[in-house]
């Protein structure tokens, strides 16, 4: 709980809209009147570019003290790929240990939707999505690069530790929810030692939480259910590159990457969560005031519960609410900080 | 070409709604004046129990000889999963060389899809992908299972091999195709060794198609845009695992699983293609008469096509088109048995 002092926050703006985003997200923490220290700190593409560097070992170091870290966006196309995002973002989410990627799918009142016939009460989940392992574990290797010989191979690594802990946390974030459905996505028809773990440990955890009904889906037919049949869903726990597609597409059915919010939580907080938009750095609209930052002001939200201010995240997430019920049909696109102003004025008053 | 002799077709129906729609399949080939000699062969579930076989070798070498394969559906809940899926429908893939797997995800004209604002010239795209490697190979392993400490594998394997000739395949369609364009799809920003060969080898490729615009999209930015914004895509090509996501993605834009058909190919014709509805076995509608024929229908189009029947093919196609636009606004349903009739009248008259 944070009531009895400031909240220490290490920003990280990063690339393209990451730092006109991330403005409003602190504007609107401090129209909630929290207390905030705040850090900025220029990771991305810039510093790649000066230095070489993309997290030097002091500066994790750092981070590992603040509260919580808020971040926008890392990418750049001058940037080889991969390089930000495997040095950068995932060693973040590695070595703070955010196992769990939480990532609300939830239909506002007023937001359009290219889904025609949903309605707010049938896209309403949180995606669960393994934040620590899996595919994302960088392991693999090629050989005879460059020749018709080449081989390369990719591996998902999945422990009974890492994948029982994010499971149990699916559990229960699913029991205390109204519906208490859990779904497990994988494939395990085709994944067969990787998704066999996932199969095991779901049913081995499942007696402790008797009031919870849990549910299987294949992949690929989950990625058809969150298109037609939405309402199937209210946790879904799954691992990182599944969660990966699953929540791009729930960002889709949602009204769009520019409302979608993320927690990159360490429930046992022996290092600061880390909260950021889903969508990316988008330098093509970089430095035009054109992004949305609800996405952002939403994870805010997230950050503020995750401390234990409930009350305020609550007060922010109406705030988002209302400004976007008051969009229905308005054609006048507001800039960034316009957004983030009223959503700002909203939670003030 | 096949017209100066009759087709040599070996038939597997398989499980659950498998043996329906194949039976109305053969009805549509007989009305379009096919001159068919089919044998069936009955691999699936019951086979397994009864003997626990799911393809013996003696089977595989007889598939090797005929023209082409109508493949219904594997899959039943009374058999462990994966055993099926990996012992009879992608070992037939992998012996068969079947490098090719064709999806057409395409919008009749009628059809209800559940994006409100899309029309059929929005979604008109072909998947193509890879049917031979990649996370389907079935390479991992696990460690102390059914402990605290246990570790589970899986390997995606790529090779350049595979992966050229897939996206020649794919180059070779978007140039047939009135808009030439091919979207790369992959995640080359975390799985960077499997990513970069993708990357590398359409590059290498694409100076042998000047007219065909390439793009690339990591596959969660596809997912979304496979539901925002469809009319992006024309011709994708990926991976075995990304393709089977985004087919059933696919699927569900496209009016639902019950229309979406599909080719696995050998273009090389070293040995058959197999034709398939993407949509399982269901057990849970089995022997109903309520699955809908029309997926493998349009699969048995794809396989004249592959024979080089190409007006048969297009004139099964067109009565499909026919069938499926009379149905607009027409609740009553009909079952399995009446849509193919309704199909294979259009066919013949
Ligand atoms: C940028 C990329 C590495 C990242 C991921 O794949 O996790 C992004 O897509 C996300 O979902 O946060
Ligand atoms: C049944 C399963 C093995 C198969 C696959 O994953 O390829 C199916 O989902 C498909 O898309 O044909």
Same mark, same amino acid.
């Given at each position: 709980?944070?009531?009895?002092?400031?909240?220490?926050?290490?920003?990280?703006?990063?690339?393209?809209?990451?730092?006109?985003?991330?403005?409003?997200?602190?504007?609107?923490?401090?129209?909630?009147?929290?207390?905030?220290?705040?850090?900025?700190?220029?990771?991305? %593409?810039?510093?790649?570019?000066?230095?070489?560097?993309?997290?030097?070992?002091?500066?994790?170091?750092?981070?590992?003290?603040?509260?919580?870290?808020?971040?926008?966006?890392?990418?750049?196309?001058?940037?080889?790929?991969?390089?930000?995002?495997?040095?950068?973002?995932?060693?973040?989410?590695?070595?703070?240990?955010?196992?769990?990627?939480?990532?609300?799918?939830?239909?506002?009142?007023?937001?359009?939707?290219?889904?025609?016939? %949903?309605?707010?009460?049938?896209?309403?989940?949180?995606?669960?999505?393994?934040?620590?392992?899996?595919?994302?574990?960088?392991?693999?290797?090629?050989?005879?690069?460059?020749?018709?010989?080449?081989?390369?191979?990719?591996?998902?690594?999945?422990?009974?530790?890492?994948?029982?802990?994010?499971?149990?946390?699916?559990?229960?974030?699913?029991?205390?929810?109204?519906?208490?459905?859990?779904?497990?996505?994988?494939?395990?028809?085709?994944?067969?030692?990787?998704?066999?773990?996932?199969?095991?440990?779901?049913?081995?955890?499942?007696?402790?939480?008797?009031?919870?009904?849990?549910?299987?889906?294949?992949?690929?037919?989950?990625?058809?259910?969150?298109?037609?049949?939405?309402?199937?869903?209210?946790?879904?726990?799954?691992?990182?590159?599944?969660?990966?597609?699953?929540?791009?597409?729930?960002?889709?059915?949602?009204?769009?990457?520019?409302?979608?919010?993320?927690?990159?939580?360490?429930?046992?907080?022996?290092?600061?969560?880390?909260?950021?938009?889903?969508?990316?750095?988008?330098?093509?609209? %970089?430095?035009?005031?054109?992004?949305?930052?609800?996405?952002?002001?939403?994870?805010?939200?997230?950050?503020?519960?995750?401390?234990?201010?409930?009350?305020?995240?609550?007060?922010?997430?109406?705030?988002?609410?209302?400004?976007?019920?008051?969009?229905?049909?308005?054609?006048?696109?507001?800039?960034?900080?316009?957004?983030?102003?009223?959503?700002?004025?909203?939670?003030?008053?």
């Amino acid at each position: 709980m944070q009531d009895s002092r400031d909240i220490r926050l290490a920003v990280i703006p990063g690339d393209g809209i990451g730092t006109e985003v991330v403005a409003e997200g602190l504007k609107v923490l401090d129209a909630a009147g929290i207390k905030l220290e705040t850090t900025g700190y220029d990771l991305g %593409a810039k510093r790649y570019h000066a230095s070489g560097e993309t997290l030097p070992d002091a500066v994790l170091e750092e981070l590992r003290g603040y509260d919580a870290i808020l971040l926008g966006a890392v990418g750049d196309p001058s940037v080889p790929p991969g390089v930000l995002e495997r040095d950068l973002l995932l060693k973040l989410r590695f070595e703070l240990d955010h196992y769990v990627n939480l990532r609300p799918v939830k239909l506002f009142p007023g937001v359009e939707t290219p889904l025609g016939g %949903a309605k707010p009460a049938d896209i309403d989940m949180v995606v669960v999505r393994e934040g620590t392992e899996g595919p994302y574990a960088g392991a693999g290797g090629v050989l005879r690069k460059g020749t018709p010989h080449e081989i390369a191979t990719q591996e998902s690594l999945n422990t009974a530790y890492g994948v029982e802990r994010v499971v149990r946390y699916a559990f229960e974030k699913a029991q205390s929810r109204p519906r208490k459905k859990l779904t497990l996505v994988h494939k395990t028809n085709v994944l067969t030692y990787a998704g066999d773990l996932w199969a095991r440990v779901t049913d081995l955890v499942a007696p402790e939480f008797p009031e919870v009904t849990v549910d299987y889906c294949h992949v690929d037919a989950a990625s058809m259910f969150f298109v037609n049949q939405p309402e199937r869903f209210d946790v879904v726990v799954t691992d990182n590159l599944f969660g990966d597609i699953l929540t791009d597409i729930g960002a889709a059915i949602a009204g769009g990457i520019g409302l979608a919010a993320s927690g990159n939580v360490n429930p046992d907080r022996t290092a600061p969560s880390m909260f950021e938009p889903v969508h990316g750095s988008a330098p093509d609209i %970089a430095g035009q005031g054109k992004a949305d930052p609800t996405a952002t002001i939403l994870s805010v939200a997230m950050l503020l519960d995750h401390l234990g201010l409930a009350a305020e995240a609550a007060r922010i997430e109406q705030a988002v609410a209302g400004d976007l019920l008051d969009r229905r049909g308005v054609s006048a696109a507001r800039s960034t900080r316009e957004i983030g102003d009223d959503i700002a004025a909203r939670v003030a008053g």
